[in-house]
């Protein structure tokens, strides 16, 4: 259980700095936007690129991959059936709430905690490339469309992934797997020490945006923070666990990986897409902030049930 404290300790600090920051006004709103951009433009495409250029295809694209992808649909297909139909929200916000629903915390939560607890952070590969390379270049292909505010069309839909950094570092990090080619120290070591920047940096706007931010739930959307609790922390998990057991009949060490994957909080990058594309943001914020304060409960439990 070592491995659960630590990697929800880590977080907590890191988030607990970014407050300060933002409470002594050296993070304010405006500098919240500068940095999540860097985040986005720079950081996270350098932490895909350094991630998937290194990974096992073979180890990724497997029964549990599938697995954590039907959490996926069931978890965001509920989500937008309710927010969609009976809340009337627009593509965008529903855009951020399936995110919110659905988006582990992968990178800095989900890799210690496999170390800690299994003992080999590729374990959480699966769900960083299932997030990385479906999950967030579809939503940006959706937000950019509702945001700019024109009508797509095939050519503009096409030319989106070409226009998004994530989306291209995604796809050279997969190709550089795939044909086994060692990067140059050149390229190698100045991408990692870029992608170092985006976990923390993350975690700090994160972290400051919390400060003079109204209570979690406020202003009519406690309910929806609700649902997305549920659908995250229970849902998600259980869906994993049963297709993983029955359907695909992984093993121990792979159910108990992906059930705890599943089981991670909403990453903090939904709040940095949130901002980017100034759309759910308080409903991105408020999500991380209840699911990462529950999930503690979830994980412990499935480590206890399944290790």
Do not use: C
């Amino acid at each position: 259980m070592q491995g659960v404290f630590e990697g929800f300790g880590v977080i907590a600090v890191v988030i607990a700095l970014g407050y300060v920051l933002g409470r002594i006004h050296i993070v304010d709103r405006d500098a919240q936007v500068v940095l999540s951009r860097i985040v986005f433009n720079v950081g996270v495409p350098a932490l895909l690129f350094v991630t998937l250029a290194s990974a096992d295809l073979a180890t990724i694209f497997s029964a549990a991959l599938l697995a954590l992808v039907s959490g996926v649909l069931v978890v965001v297909g509920s989500y937008v059936l309710v927010a969609r139909l009976r809340w009337r929200r627009r593509v965008g916000a529903l855009t951020i709430g399936a995110l919110s629903s659905s988006y582990v915390n992968g990178g800095n939560l989900g890799i210690p905690i496999a170390v800690y607890v299994l003992g080999d952070g590729s374990y959480v590969a699966p769900v960083m490339l299932l997030q990385l390379v479906v999950m967030a270049p579809i939503a940006f292909a959706i937000l950019d469309t509702a945001t700019s505010g024109r009508p797509p069309t095939w050519r503009s839909v096409l030319a989106l992934p070409l226009r998004n950094p994530v989306t291209i570092a995604s796809v050279l990090g997969v190709t550089v797997a795939a044909v086994g080619w060692d990067l140059p120290n050149v390229i190698e070591r100045p991408a990692e020490l870029v992608a170092g920047l985006a976990i923390p940096a993350a975690l700090i706007v994160y972290g400051a945006s919390l400060h003079g931010a109204p209570r979690p739930g406020s202003g009519g959307s406690a309910r929806e923070v609700t649902l997305i609790g549920v659908l995250k922390l229970v849902v998600q998990p259980l869906v994993v666990y049963m297709v993983g057991r029955f359907l695909f009949g992984l093993s121990d060490d792979w159910l108990l990986a992906v059930t705890i994957a599943a089981a991670l909080p909403t990453a903090q990058n939904v709040y940095v897409y949130a901002l980017r594309y100034q759309t759910g943001v308080a409903l991105a914020r408020d999500s991380i902030f209840v699911t990462t304060m529950l999930s503690g409960i979830s994980v412990l439990t499935i480590a206890a049930l399944l290790a």
